[in-house]
């Protein structure tokens, strides 16, 4: 999926003239399936156009941005990122919301607002729908602790009951049966994302492994817990354009000895595998993997580059090449 076709699944919400039905789902700490949320249906079509407004300004809005693969993901900013890898169990609820007469009711007499940890908002016009999914800050259930006043005729009050506020602001969209993040920070940090990043690291490690041009493998596998590190693990392995050629180890360190970032890496006695014993050199050794080192045939200049779009010579087309041109 592209921004255009991102753009367009959601139109629907902007242009169709049909009612928008909308429901709301609460995610509880240590609850397998959501609750559904009683809401008054008077106050739901406040909460629909708040998140269409949301859903246009976070996105369809949002020109310059362009979608990659999840697992391809970098530093670079201005992209979202198509999940493309085993999904975590926490954002199976995306799916199993849709049309489920099924989940229960959240209910004041069992749980407690403070119990919620995320938010699933379902928007939908006839056949078309999209779920959004959005974790709930500790600031949005006011009455969690502290001293709450409220209003009471003239005077001020102890108020002892919970307040659920729920903001514009998402991390998650489905749509087209396809899940896009918004907000990769904070997906890093939970929704069961990391367990997948340190698998997917794993099995990159074991394919590195497999190469027989590191010296010390552990000094990878030491790494996996550093999910920025494991996120850039996980990309060699799916994406690594060296690993997809098979290009030969020794072309591999003969490049690096040329390249100014990584001339000064470290190799064993007979120069037949790397020595990784900073983080740095860790780094530059992905990035060899991951082809982000680049040498201009015109200028004959070096570069660092995280984004390259592929593409074969007989397949340029106006809009490609006005891309490379950008």
């Known amino acids: 999926m592209n921004k255009t076709e991102l753009n367009e699944s959601l139109q629907f919400l902007i242009t169709d003239d049909a009612p928008l039905e909308v429901v709301v789902y609460a995610k509880l700490k240590d609850v397998e399936q959501p609750k559904k949320l009683d809401i008054k249906a ?16 976070q996105i369809v809005e949002k020109s310059e941005h ?45 749980n407690k607002l403070e119990e919620i940890d995320s938010l699933i908002i379902v928007l939908a016009v006839g056949d ?16 969690r602790g502290g001293y709450i006043l409220g209003k009471a005729n003239q005077r001020l009050e102890r108020f002892n009951e919970q307040l659920l506020r729920i903001s514009q602001r998402f991390q998650i969209i489905r749509v087209n049966e396809e899940i896009i993040i918004l907000d990769l920070n904070a997906v890093e940090k939970s929704f069961g994302f990391q367990d997948v990043i340190k698998r997917e690291a794993t099995l990159s490690i074991n394919t590195i ?37 098979h290009i030969p ?12 970032a990584t001339k000064n890496m470290k190799y064993s006695e007979n ?50 090449a006005d891309n490379i041109n950008e």
Do not use: W
């Not at 008077?42 to 300004?57: G, H, N, Q, Y």
């Not at 979202?80 to 849709?98: A, C, R, S």
């Not at 180890?249 to 100014?260: G, L, Q, R, T, V």
């Open 249 to 260: 180890n020794n072309d591999i360190i003969s490049f690096s000895k040329k390249h100014p």
């Open 209 to 245: 492994e497999e190469m027989d041009i590191v010296a010390d493998i552990n000094s990878l596998r030491e790494m996996v817990n550093d999910i920025s590190f494991a996120r850039k693990l996980t990309k060699v392995a799916k994406n690594s354009p060296v690993l997809t050629l």
């Open 128 to 143: 078309d729908e999209v779920s959004i999914y959005k974790k709930v800050s500790p600031i949005e259930v006011l009455g």
């Open 42 to 57: 008077d106050d739901l079509p406040e909460i629909s156009t708040m998140f269409v407004d949301a859903i246009k300004f």
């Open 271 to 320: 120069d037949t595998k790397f020595e990784l014993s900073t983080k740095v050199s860790k780094n530059l050794f992905l990035k060899l993997l991951n082809d982000d080192l680049l040498t201009s045939e015109l200028t004959k200049l070096f570069y660092a580059s995280l984004a390259k779009d592929g593409f074969k010579i007989d397949e340029v087309t106006e809009e490609t």
């Open 66 to 110: 362009t979608i990659l693969p999840l697992s391809t993901a970098d530093e670079r900013g201005n992209c979202f990122y198509q999940y493309d890898l085993d999904l975590p169990e926490e954002l199976t609820n995306l799916e199993t919301v849709i049309a489920n007469d099924n989940l229960e009711t959240f209910d004041f007499r069992i």
